[in-house]
């Protein structure tokens, strides 16, 4: 199984430009979100889905647009970039439930927006 | 709302150190609680996790207890190698009918030095 995989690693985006960030699971997971990571602040929500073609918000969703059409893919639209969208995006999969509640993350996508 | 709040990095110790990294949280209901780990370059993985009070979780010499009077899990080694040298990051997962959400605290940096 290759796991989590998110393409591409690295992106130079000048503002106002759009572009999609690709996520795929081979795991069969439900569960799929988007998250950002910045200096001082941990990981937030962007976006996640419970299931092909269910999504929604998550802490910080506003520029940002998603999609599941099948349980594999779960990508992250940026629609018009700016540099406050400069960060490292993570995806993330896993099966609902307390007791196996493991979150499988990608290795990242480095954004940067000039 | 929900929150975790973890020790300020980075934290710098000498190999075989003993190490307490803290982590306290706020929570509605009865959250899981979560260590991640971060190295270099890579996503996040799974560390330890306990899902009910007076849990503890362990793995590759890590533990951590849940403690509902304190709201803490605070994650220690009794030895510290160079290769835990790495991001951790304390989170609490809720589970709201089948919608759930890890929120993750700040991270905190360890280095460990040979």
């Known amino acids: 199984n290759a796991g989590v995989t998110q393409t591409p690693k690295f992106q130079v985006l000048k503002t106002g430009q759009s572009m999609t960030l690709q996520c795929a699971q081979d795991m069969n997971h439900e569960y799929m979100s988007w998250y950002r990571q910045d200096p001082g602040m941990g990981l937030r929500l962007i976006h996640y889905s419970v299931g092909a073609g269910i999504t929604d918000q998550g802490e910080v969703p506003n520029g940002y647009n998603v999609s599941r059409s099948t349980t594999e893919d779960f990508p992250l639209r940026l629609l018009s970039a700016a540099p406050s969208q400069t960060s490292v995006y993570f995806c993330?999969?896993?099966?609902?439930?307390?007791?196996?509640?493991?979150?499988?993350f990608g290795p990242g996508t480095r954004l940067t927006v000039t | 709302g929900n929150s975790v709040t973890q020790m300020e990095g980075p934290v710098t110790l000498s190999e075989e150190a003993f190490l307490t990294i803290n982590c306290t949280y706020t929570a509605t209901g009865y959250p899981s609680l979560f260590w991640y780990v971060q190295y270099p370059g890579e996503g996040l993985q799974l560390l330890l996790k306990a899902t009910k009070a007076d849990d503890k979780g362990s793995n590759k010499g890590f533990e951590a207890t849940y403690r509902k009077e304190t709201t803490s899990f605070h994650l220690e080694k009794g030895s510290v190698q160079v290769s835990d040298s790495a991001v951790y990051f304390c989170a609490l997962l809720i589970s709201n009918f089948g919608n759930e959400k890890l929120t993750f605290g700040t991270g905190t940096r360890l280095t460990i030095i040979p």
């Open positions: 993330a999969s896993s099966t609902p439930g307390l007791a196996t509640h493991e979150q499988y």
